[in-house]
């Protein structure tokens, strides 16, 4: 079974950084495609920001500049590194890849960006 888990989200004041991570099992890691999506409150799930099995990056709009979506094969590991937060980016953050027959999600982490 695939398996993805999060971890890091928290509590920030804007302006601040968190690290997002995301450990996966039941999958050849290294070869897929993976993901961060984020559901804000009232809002429909929005993907963030992709990293393919080469390492090239996709964002959106809005997470230019101040997001870095990295993987770590060795450790199956996807994480993000979110800077100069602001309130519109708390949401729960998700974890996907695409992977035997399915889109896979974790649990999620939240992410509260509040003064």
């Known amino acids: 079974q695939v398996r993805l888990v999060e971890s890091g989200g928290g509590l920030v004041q804007p302006g601040g950084s968190l690290r997002l991570s995301c450990k996966a099992s039941?999958?050849?890691?290294?070869?897929?495609?993976m993901g961060w999506y984020r559901q804000a409150p009232g809002k429909e799930r929005e993907w963030v920001a992709a990293?393919?099995?080469?390492?090239?990056?996709n964002y959106t709009d809005s997470a230019k500049g101040r997001f870095t979506i990295s993987r770590d094969n060795a450790r199956r590991t996807v994480s993000q590194q979110m800077n100069s937060l602001e309130p519109e980016d708390t949401a729960v953050y998700y974890c996907?890849?695409?992977?035997?027959?399915?889109?896979?999600w974790g649990q999620g982490t939240q992410v509260t960006v509040s003064s």
């Open positions: 996907n890849v695409v992977a035997r027959g399915r889109s896979n």
């Open positions: 039941g999958i050849n890691f290294s070869i897929y495609t």
């Open positions: 990293i393919t099995s080469g390492g090239n990056t």
